[in-house]
């Protein structure tokens, strides 16, 4: 009996050990995709526009989620998509935590703040990721070709109009951010608190180097200033993303079940309000295997 | 006319000759220089443009999620 014991806890502790050994692993395969995201988790505004485009994209696969949900009940009127709702209504919880975390974010942060939002959005994007990829796998497995067109189609017909309307004041929100990150950075480059740019080309990275190279040319006798102070601002850059990364597997292990808590929090919530086919039931998310 | 007057003049001549070669080859020469100057000068400043250009960001980029359908 003893010796069985001893098999299981020695199991169980492998099983921990490996675990442990493994997440690391996991987040940095994670982190080397999200690397060019996080380069904007150097200033608030950039933190902004990452989790605002996380948002957009979430809200137009919310709507599409709808639509397909509709179109069924046209396509295979005898269909059980509570699976398919329940799954929606985690991504809306999603979103609501993602437009928390928008909202919360002060105009200067510290590294601190920086390094639980750029956590934060790393979680957020993973589980929407998962989400969007499990209801396109249940469409998969469940619908044939021929009806899988058939509710595209009607998807298509139904909800450009709705995701327009829905996504329009989140695209305006992401334009202001791009332009106010951007023009910190150019101001600090050139020293000139008072500098003015073509709006269009505050958020269109390649318009605004080519007016950059036009007020440099007329600077020229600053250029070993401005050279300078491009260095001193890039290595500050340079190891905050450093910092970032260095630090991120840790800070997404700490967050992560304080994240899923509150999205958790936020469907029984949701569910609690709108009763629908699964009206009050439970949170978790059913899984197929 | 002597011909230490003769040798003078052919001495200032050939002083004057050589002023205005040197002015020629210099009138030449300056937009050269200008030039590499100039090409100088944009290749500082593209360099430093492109040394921001990971700090800026672009209204077009995005974060992908995915299709659900």
Redesign the interface.
């Known amino acids: 009996m003893k010796k069985k014991l001893n098999i299981v806890l020695m199991l169980v502790a492998l099983f921990a050990v490996f675990s442990i050994a493994i997440m690391p692993s996991v987040y940095a395969e994670d982190n080397a995709i999200e690397d060019e995201?996080l380069?904007?988790f150097?200033t608030s505004f950039?933190a902004k526009?990452?989790l605002l485009?996380?948002n957009k994209?979430?809200e137009t696969?919310i709507i599409?989620?709808e639509e397909?949900i509709n179109a069924i009940k046209e396509v295979k009127p005898d269909y059980d998509s509570s699976e398919l709702e329940l799954m929606l209504e985690n991504m809306r919880a999603l979103a609501d935590q993602v437009n928390e975390s928008v909202s919360t974010i002060p105009e200067e942060v510290n590294q601190e703040t920086l390094q639980n939002l750029a956590s934060d959005f790393v979680i957020l994007?993973n589980e929407?990721?998962s989400l969007?990829?499990q209801?396109?796998t249940i469409?998969h497995e469940d619908f044939t070709g021929e009806e899988?067109a058939q509710?595209?189609t009607k998807?298509n017909e139904n909800a450009q109009q709705k995701i327009q309307e829905k996504i329009r004041a989140v695209k305006e929100m992401?334009?202001q951010h791009?332009r106010a990150?951007?023009e910190k950075?150019?101001r600090a480059?050139l020293n000139k608190p008072d500098v003015r740019f073509d709006e269009s080309a505050l958020?269109?990275?390649?318009q605004?180097?080519n007016q950059?190279?036009e007020v440099?040319?007329n600077q020229?006798q600053q250029?070993e200033q401005?050279?300078e102070r491009?260095?001193q601002?890039?290595t500050a850059?340079e190891q905050q993303l450093n910092q970032l990364n260095a630090n991120i597997a840790e800070r997404v292990r700490e967050r992560l079940n304080a994240v899923q808590k509150k999205i958790l929090d936020k469907l029984h919530t949701r569910l609690a309000q709108s009763p629908g086919p699964q009206g009050g039931a439970q949170a978790s998310m059913p899984r197929r295997k | 006319m002597n011909r230490k007057s003769l040798l003078t003049i052919a001495l200032l001549a050939v002083v004057i000759s050589a002023l205005f070669l040197t002015s020629c080859s210099n009138n030449t020469q300056q937009p050269e220089s200008n030039e590499v100057n100039q090409e100088t000068q944009d290749s500082v400043t593209n360099d430093v443009v492109d040394q921001v250009d990971d700090l800026l960001l672009d209204e077009n980029e995005d974060v992908e999620i995915g299709e659900i359908i």
């Open positions: 995201a380069k904007a150097t950039g526009v990452r485009q996380l994209n979430l696969q599409k989620g397909v994007l929407s990721r969007i990829r209801f396109s469409l899988l509710i595209r998807v992401i334009t791009v990150h951007n950075i150019v480059m958020t269109n990275k390649e605004l180097k950059l190279r440099i040319r020229a250029i401005i050279q491009v260095k601002m890039r850059h």
